[in-house]
């Protein structure tokens, strides 16, 4: 705008014939004086840091874990960082972090030019590729399910995944399911996480006659589709930066789904940085410490005592004793109230002593608090599966006292809290808390306690056999359990261990006669029954199974013609098994061959071994069925025995036990 001394006339606005008056320069702007507070701050967090440069180490105390010890007093705090919820326990970085963020406000308000901040700008991490495959290329609209299949797999996660997990809290959860049924544009990406880790539960959940009826694919092909999709959203939301709880709840539920169809060490590995993540929210410290409102520290201590559950059976299912938590964690266990009793806005929260359907849980949390505060036990059973005549008694006492004390404690949680006509998640509830308890007696019991000792157990091979035996049956008994298996039948299949069964049947195919022979049959034909994915021979593990399977009936048709002198009759699934094998694999299934793998001639024929030569810590603790070459095991090349490739693992010394007591 020119001055009115340009000489120039006056511009004139045409819209309102007004003469435009020229305004008074601003004065010049002074430079800003560094600001005081700033420095300080700047000053206090160099003095932090000197204190911490300069710090002796403290001196390492014998005080038992802040979960065993009462007297413990919790520090540390939940900090607000990116978008995200932090758990920070050192008071160092704590104060550091309470520095910075003074600091930071001072600049944000000197600096308000800038709209844009971290949380509005994220994008797919990259770094999430680490422990989930990348899909970021996925299209989450087209992996969706339809709107009214929306509505079935809800229904279908309500009655047999959520009475399991209870990792989320229905009433809340439910709007989202409606609004995800009608349209999907304002669901945020962490909710969109959580639909699709319901949508795969669900799947899981179902049995392949019942997905197709219901859905009109195979249950394989669903949950490749919104298994993509929950990877794909967690992905995009970006697991390893970002913290949250439901974010948190979807990645649980997706772990849980993993049982047979995905490598059960990786498995292992991935449920660790689910662990990694919840100790950085703090979820290892009881939400009544950390002054959090009744509701949230609830359903904090659900989500941790899952994730306890899910790395303890993992970490057994990979041949380890236990799994290896944060030191210092206090959570309290969840307390014993429905969903319906819950909601955000509740200043307390009451405990109810009547039957709730918390039950299956609160017994599960028994069974992770014997494998938290006994670590003897684990050695016990160790020792019991190596055959081991040096057991300490002092640990095997405790080991037992303890095993007691647990019997005690869960008869009566069932006692005060469950009802079996209240539903299948009762009866699930006790079948699996006697089931375990018979269980860990077994494991622990020593092999010349065996009631087989000196007649079928007189080595630690016997042993051995009888454990993977006991193993299956006990399986097999929660397979059958009237009242249940409609529902949670899928659950209790998770746990099946085909490495386990190929060692039981491997020693079929040496023994002949005994009880315990006559039961191990009957768990094969049962395991067939039920494990109708066995029949599909293009896994090796499979194979295998089918392999010495024929093989060791061939050798008991011999055994009972002999006996009889009439052929017996053929079950129907090993009738199934040799139309299903190649004829040159039948051929070399024949009752004379030797069974031991890591000498076996196939090309020829000899005189049955009196035993597998079989470290069990090859079959069991270390080697995963799917990293065995079990084609280079059955293989005949001409004049030469041929080793068994345990998949890089070689002989190693018996160390972890391998079958997963939970």
């Known amino acids: 705008m020119a001055s009115s001394s340009s000489g120039k006339p006056p511009r004139v606005l045409a ?71 932090k758990f920070i326990d050192s008071f160092l970085w704590a104060s550091i972090h309470g520095e910075l963020s003074a600091m930071r406000e001072i600049l944000e308000d000197e ?21 989930l495959s990348d899909t970021s290329d996925a299209n989450l609209e087209e992996l969706h399910p339809q709107p009214a299949h929306v509505f079935r797999l809800w229904q279908i996660f309500l009655e047999r995944v959520n009475p399991l997990t209870k990792v989320i809290h229905v009433p ?66 970006g697991i390893l930066k970002n913290y949250d709880l439901v974010v948190l709840q979807s990645l649980v539920l997706y772990l849980f789904s993993l049982p047979g169809r995905y490598d059960r060490h990786a498995a292992w590995i991935l449920n660790g940085v689910t662990v990694r993540i919840a100790q950085k929210m703090g979820l290892h410290r009881d939400g009544e410490f950390l002054g959090l409102p009744p509701f949230e520290t609830e359903m904090r201590r659900r989500l941790w005592w899952r994730i306890l559950l899910l790395d303890a059976m993992y970490a057994l299912m990979s041949g380890l004793g236990h799994s290896l938590l944060p030191r210092s964690w206090d959570t309290k266990a969840p307390l014993n109230v429905n969903d319906s009793d819950l909601y955000p806005t509740m200043t307390m929260i009451q405990p109810k002593d009547s039957p709730t ?29 190596m055959g081991s005549e040096n057991l300490d008694p002092d640990k095997l006492e405790k080991a037992s006292r303890r095993i007691d004390e647990l019997d005690r404690t869960m008869t009566g949680i069932l006692q005060k809290y469950s009802d079996l006509s209240m539903g299948p998640v009762h009866v699930l509830a006790t079948e699996t808390k006697s089931m375990m308890i ?30 993977s035996l006991t193993a299956g049956e006990h399986n097999l008994r929660m397979y059958q359990c009237p009242g249940v298996n409609r529902l949670f039948l899928w659950y209790m299949m998770s746990h099946f261990q085909i490495e386990v069964f190929i060692y039981m049947i491997g020693q079929l195919s040496c023994r002949t006669t005994g009880k315990l022979v006559e039961r191990a049959w009957a768990a094969v034909e049962e395991f067939y029954l039920f494990h109708t994915e066995m029949f599909d021979l293009s896994y090796k593990a499979h194979l295998a199974a089918a392999i010495f399977t024929i ?112």
């Open 15 to 85: 819209c309102a014939n007004v003469t435009c008056t020229p305004s008074t320069p601003a004065p010049a702007r002074k430079r800003r004086r560094p600001n005081q507070d700033l420095q300080q701050r700047l000053a206090r967090c160099e003095e932090l840091l000197s204190e911490y440069a300069t710090a002796r180490p403290a001196a390492p105390s014998s005080a038992g874990s802040p979960s065993q010890d009462e007297t413990w007093k919790p520090v540390g705090k939940l900090i607000v960082d990116d978008g995200g919820v």
């Open 111 to 131: 600096e308000t030019d800038d709209p844009c901040t971290p949380a509005d700008s994220q994008s797919c991490d990259l770094n999430a590729g680490l422990v």
């Open 172 to 237: 809340t959860v439910q709007p989202l399911l409606v609004e995800a049924a009608t349209s999907r544009a304002n669901i945020s990406k962490t909710n969109e996480a959580l639909l699709f880790s319901i949508y795969v539960m669900a799947t899981v959940a179902l049995s392949e006659d019942e997905c197709m009826e219901r859905f009109g694919c195979t249950k394989d092909d669903a949950y490749s589709r919104y298994s993509k999709g929950c990877r794909s959203a967690l992905m995009r939301i």
């Open 357 to 385: 359907d918390m039950i299956f849980c609160l017994i599960c949390c028994e069974i992770a608090r014997l494998m938290v505060d006994t670590p003897e036990l684990h050695v016990v059973i160790m020792q019991n599966e």
């Open 438 to 467: 018979e269980k860990l007696r077994e494991l622990s019991c020593p092999m010349k306690n065996q009631p087989e000792w000196g007649t079928e157990i007189l080595n630690a091979k016997d042993h051995l056999f009888k454990l």
């Open 551 to 662: 093989r060791g009936w061939r050798l008991r048709e011999k055994v009972l013609r002999e006996a009889s002198g009439s052929a017996p009759e053929t079950p129907g699934y090993i009738v199934k098994l040799q139309s299903l094998l190649p004829a040159d694999e039948t051929k070399r299934t024949l009752s004379n061959e030797s069974p031991d793998l890591p000498n076996l001639n196939a090309g020829t024929t000899g005189t049955v071994q009196p035993s597998v030569d079989v470290s069990w810590d090859q079959m069991l603790g270390f080697v995963d069925a799917g990293s065995i070459e079990w084609g280079d095991v059955f293989q005949a090349p001409s004049g030469g025995q041929v080793p068994a490739n345990y998949g890089g693992y070689g002989t190693t010394a018996f160390g972890n036990n391998g079958i997963n007591w939970m």
